[in-house]
């Protein structure tokens, strides 16, 4: 990752720019997560489920520059943990069955972007987000079933925002099919629309224009259009 920026304090002439390296980062890392999951079945129309999924700090080492100085040590990157109820209920005698979730994660995990030697290259603050989601299932035949679902996904950034990370409450759209070869082949076919919010963003580089640096103000909003392809295969 480079970043370039409007050199702080330079005078610039209209239509023209200035640039200096502001952070370069080329580093890897590694960590060890894990998943504890479970589901209580009430009867084969009716479940629920119950997961957690821990994620460790890395910490990535390689080039870490920032600002000209490359003696900073690693990069700490702290990810978040998260936890998910589900449920699943398909009404009797009947092709329809309903399911939903709710996820909690834990997003203020990601607090800043810091290095080993405790150089804070960033601020984010963000927070703890949840987002729920609800869909239904269509068992047309045998081999053919049908979904649709909607999930409203809450944004990371509170009061502090930034362009590096564009972030917003988002809606997610969704529709799918399998198809079932045999009991033990399948293919899932599924498309998801994503839209986000217009959020107004403020966002400082070394201490904003106040102090010599730079200030952004712009709007940021993000959509997506998400197409999966799954086969399936059981021994």
Do not use: C
């Not at 009947?94 to 996820?103: L, N």
């Not at 293919?187 to 640096?213: S, W």
């Amino acid at each position: 990752m480079n970043v370039e920026i409007g050199s702080p304090g330079a005078s610039i002439a209209t239509g023209q720019t200035s640039t200096q390296n502001l952070m370069d980062v080329d580093a890897s890392g590694w960590g060890v997560g894990f998943n504890l999951g479970a589901v209580y079945e009430l009867n084969e129309n009716n479940r629920f489920g119950l997961s957690y999924h821990y994620s460790p700090e890395i910490e990535a080492s390689g080039t870490v520059s920032y600002q000209g100085n490359a003696n900073i040590g690693d990069l700490k990157m702290p990810l978040p943990s998260r936890a998910e109820f589900s449920g699943y209920h398909r009404i009797e005698d009947t092709k329809f069955a309903v399911h939903y979730s709710i996820q909690y994660i834990s997003w203020s995990d990601f607090d800043a972007l810091v290095t080993t030697d405790g150089t804070n290259i960033k601020d984010y603050k963000w927070q703890d987000t949840f987002h729920y989601s609800i869909g239904g299932t269509y068992y047309i035949n045998q081999n053919w079933e049908a979904r649709i679902g909607y999930m409203f996904d809450e944004g990371v950034q509170d009061q502090l925002t930034s362009v590096s990370v564009p972030d917003s409450d988002r809606q997610w759209f969704s529709a799918g099919a399998s198809y079932h070869f045999n009991a033990d082949q399948s293919l899932d076919l599924g498309f998801t629309y994503l839209v986000g919010e217009d959020v107004a963003v403020v966002d400082t580089i070394n201490g904003g224009a106040a102090a010599g640096g730079l200030t952004l103000n712009t709007t940021t909003k993000a959509t997506a259009m998400l197409f999966g392809v799954q086969y399936t295969h059981r021994f």
